[in-house]
């Protein structure tokens, strides 16, 4: 059986140091690329672009689309101001992503979002965020959700909605993940639903409500999956609806 190729959205970053500083770099975590690999596809890098053409040429490569963690999403994009907690940004990221993801979409292949992945689809589909977690309501939001270490280790557990495609590749709907974000999801988008929760009312995870094709996922499967077979479904299940 021929492999799924799954298309993977770069992060960028500003080299400060090495000898050219100040230069944008496009680059992938080789967890992520792991992750594919591992769990029967193939990882295939696609670079930010603007180029309509190019992008229309990128979907007809691969069969389904992850995205990786990194910067927030510039505010902009889901219809607010910066407050003092944001974060860095990178504005060209967000509507490159944003084109790749309607792209993706229209040539019904599968997205899963991870980290940032699961803001900017989110986002891309009018749905907001808060800014910093820390802009959530009284009482809500107050679990620790940037662990900072041992990435391949749960440090809060989610509760994820039995009959959903999440909850499908899982394979289960109670386990502790780990946490690396400072933004959570705050109203989900027309046409996705929430499909996992942490204790706190932060959304953990949320799918398209007709076909669950559109995925995303505010924890890092990518960094635990080579020590947990439930984050490695996750990894595989998306990797199955790819070659569909
Ligand atoms: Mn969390």
């Not at 860095?88 to 992945?117: F, M, N, S």
């Not at 995303?216 to 199955?240: I, K, N, R, T, Y």
Request: aromatic fraction near 6%; include cysteine; hydrophobic fraction near 40%.
């Amino acid at each position: 059986m021929t492999k799924p190729m799954i298309g993977i959205a770069p992060g960028t970053v500003v080299v400060d140091s090495q000898m050219f500083p100040g230069r944008k770099r496009d680059y992938v975590n080789r967890e992520f690329l792991q992750s594919i690999t591992d769990n029967g596809g193939i990882p295939l890098v696609l670079p930010v672009t603007m180029d309509e053409a190019a992008i229309a040429r990128y979907v007809q490569l691969i069969d389904g689309l992850l995205l990786c963690g990194g910067h927030d999403v510039a505010p902009f994009t889901y219809g607010e101001e910066a407050q003092p907690k944001l974060g860095g940004i990178d504005p060209e990221r967000d509507a490159y992503e944003i084109a790749l993801i309607k792209a993706t979409h229209a040539a019904h292949k599968p997205v899963l979002g991870i980290c940032r992945g699961v803001q900017i689809l989110n986002a891309c589909y009018g749905g907001t965020i808060y800014q910093d977690v820390s802009y959530m309501p009284a009482g809500q939001g107050t679990l620790k959700h940037m662990q900072g270490q041992l990435a391949a280790y749960g440090m809060h557990n989610v509760t994820v909605t039995s009959g959903s495609t999440l909850a499908g590749y899982l394979g289960q709907t109670h386990l502790a993940v780990n946490s690396f974000h400072h933004q959570t999801l705050h109203k989900v988008a027309p046409g996705f639903k929430p499909v996992a929760t942490a204790s706190d009312q932060v959304i953990e995870a949320i799918e398209s409500t007709t076909d669950g094709l559109q995925l995303g996922v505010q924890w890092h499967p990518e960094m635990m999956q080579q020590s947990d077979p439930v984050e490695a479904q996750l990894f595989g299940g998306f990797v199955a609806a790819c070659a569909h």
